[in-house]
């Protein structure tokens, strides 16, 4: 199948990057890669479904990174695993003899090992230039569902699907397969029920995740659920307000730069301080533009203010405040901006896993999460139109339309970027809005 044949059955088959922002698949798709990267480094604490799928789907994952390499022309395929999944790669190695182009990059246990940027430069030594894209140097990146979704396109199934793992504060941590649009509630209430009287919901990991509520739905992007008491301290620094951040900052910041000493874009050569903008920030200085147009170049990974700061301050969140506010005025990155070289004493200041753990406070919820093979038929599901980066998808069908399962729903414009939609079941529309498409299970 050719680049451009690739990039059709990818875009009407609703493929997006099962995870992060959802960018859509077929737009990654450059004759520029010569290298392939296919990212099972998992690092956020308490995810497991990455290695648990590529360990269980070893065979159709990598026979899909075959084809995405042909479709490109790119010369090296690169299958980067934590060395600690051990199961994961056993599985991967017994598919490897037939691809001489593939190997695997066994990944230390440390975080953000995942980070696009990170993981291209411990996988082949190669910086991604600040503000840039992995197709600068010549790389594209997958993640693991990523490419089986493909895989089940490619065997005539559009993503309709998604792995989510259900962990912390409930009976049985479990990892599921759910139709787009089902309830967080149905999960939780698989995974025997939330065991903390006050807890509260993040979505997503620890350390990038955001909060949310049990009633929201799956998305294609949606990867965990986490369940964590109320008054975890994790909880309440997610739910701080800039304003108070700031002042905080303004009372305590000590300048001991630790936040930029663990950086991984900084250490990397990225022009990215968050010390010096801590004390531009809580020292109202304006004469000097530059640690503010920085923010640009922060990658969010949460270290600084979760792991790093002694003083329990939030960098990130201040950085995060700030970039949307100069994008809010019109202001962007600089387009080129220099790299330093990558730092000498970088393998030394890598967070290990475990000690990120105890930090956190998560420790104690670290245990399996198996794959569940419960079959989940919601009677009702929520689907989001816009469920990637780009245009949110416009509605093909009406109230009342009786549809069945795999059907295309919605799709986006032509000309903007985004994909189709499909219908994870067999059911009647019963509502759309601008955002939302339901639709429930018909009953014989």
């Known amino acids: ?98 691809h001489p182009n593939m190997s695997l990059c066994l990944l230390p246990e440390v975080y953000p090992a995942g980070d696009e940027v990170v993981l291209i430069y411990e996988a082949n030594g190669k910086v991604v230039p600040a503000g840039g894209l992995p197709i600068a140097i010549g790389v594209t990146v997958f993640n693991v569902e990523t490419v089986y979704n493909i895989s089940q396109l490619l065997a005539g199934t559009p993503v309709t699907h998604k792995f989510v793992t259900v962990a912390g504060e409930v009976a049985s941590p479990m990892t599921l397969h759910v139709p787009l649009g089902t309830s967080f509630q149905e999960l939780l209430t698989l995974a025997g029920g939330v065991t903390t009287p006050h807890p509260a919901y993040c979505v997503g990991g620890p350390m990038m995740g955001r909060l949310g509520s049990p009633f929201e739905p799956v998305t294609k992007t949606t990867n965990a659920i986490l369940v964590l008491p109320a008054d975890h301290p994790l909880i309440q620094k997610k739910q701080a307000k800039p304003f108070i951040d700031m002042k905080r900052a303004m009372a305590a910041c000590c300048q001991c730069n630790y936040c930029t000493d663990l950086c991984p874009r900084y250490l990397l050569g990225h022009p990215i301080e968050p010390s010096k903008f801590m004390l531009y920030a809580s020292n109202g200085v304006t004469n000097d533009a530059t640690p503010y147009v920085n923010s640009f170049f922060c990658c969010g990974c949460g270290l600084c203010e979760l792991y790093s700061c002694g003083q329990g301050l939030s960098p990130r969140s201040l950085l995060a405040a700030c970039k949307s506010s100069l994008r809010e005025h019109g202001v962007r990155p600089p387009a080129q901006p220099e790299l330093q070289p990558v730092s000498d004493v970088r393998s030394y200041r890598r967070v290990p896993m475990r000690r990120l753990m105890a930090r956190l406070g998560l420790s104690q919820y670290n245990r399996s999460a198996p794959f569940s093979d419960a079959v989940v038929k919601p009677a009702e599901l929520r689907l989001l139109l816009s469920q990637h980066i780009g245009a949110p998808a416009k509605p093909l069908v009406a109230v009342g339309d009786t549809v069945t399962a795999g059907q295309r729903i919605a799709e986006t414009p032509a000309d903007s970027l985004g994909v189709a939609l499909h219908a994870p079941i067999a059911g009647k529309i019963t509502s759309i809005t601008d955002t939302v498409i339901t639709i429930k299970e018909v009953t014989t």
């Open 1 to 98: 199948m050719n680049i451009t044949e690739l990039k059709t059955v990818l875009r009407d088959g609703g493929v997006v990057g099962a995870g992060g922002a959802g960018f859509p698949s077929y737009a990654k798709l450059d004759t520029r890669a010569d290298t392939l990267i296919l990212n099972c480094a998992e690092c956020e604490p308490l995810l497991r479904l990455h290695r648990q799928m590529l360990e269980r789907y070893a065979g159709e994952i990598v026979n899909t990174l075959h084809v995405l390499a042909e479709a490109v022309e790119a010369k090296t395929v690169i299958i980067a695993v934590k060395k600690s999944y051990t199961r994961t790669i056993e599985a991967v190695k017994q598919h490897l003899s037939s």
